[in-house]
Nanobody, 124 residues
Framework: QVQLVESGGGSVQTGGSLRLSCAAS????????MGWFRQAPGKERAFVTA????????YYVDSVKGRFTISRDNAKNTVYLQMNSLKPEDTAVYYC?????????????????WGQGTQVTVSS
């Protein structure tokens, strides 16, 4: 069992930056692939980025490449999402996700564990 708690959301203007954190409970954090999804108003939850167990592999959707960076600190049981050059279309609730399978982490229906979400609002 893994419990995930996100923090770091807030409101920024276009071009600003935010850093999200996701703290995980449990002693097996390093066994999990970790990811971030987001859900904008009226839209389905969508995959944003993922990172493998040791951090060697990362994957981003095209819309955030070059602006967002995912990282993890297994000693702190925490995964981060650094978001730069934010745009109004990045406005959403951001959810942390965890799964033992790298093959599952980018698919919402297959992810095993979710955080409660944190709101990110980007104004123009």
């Amino acid at each position: 069992q893994v419990q995930l708690v996100e923090s770091g959301g807030g409101s920024v203007q276009t071009g600003g930056s935010l850093r999200l954190s996701c703290a995980a409970s449990g002693r097996t954090f390093s066994s999990y692939a970790m990811g971030w999804f987001r859900q904008a108003p009226g839209k389905e939850r969508a995959f944003v980025t993922a990172i493998s167990w040791g951090g060697r592999n990362t994957y981003y959707v095209d819309s955030v490449k070059g602006r967002f960076t995912i990282s993890r600190d297994n000693a702190k049981n925490t995964v981060y999402l650094q978001m730069n050059s934010l745009k109004p279309e990045d406005t959403a609730v951001y959810y942390c996700a965890a799964d033992l399978s790298w093959g599952h982490i980018a698919t919402m229906q297959l992810v095993d564990y979710w955080g409660q979400g944190t709101q990110v609002t980007v104004s123009s």
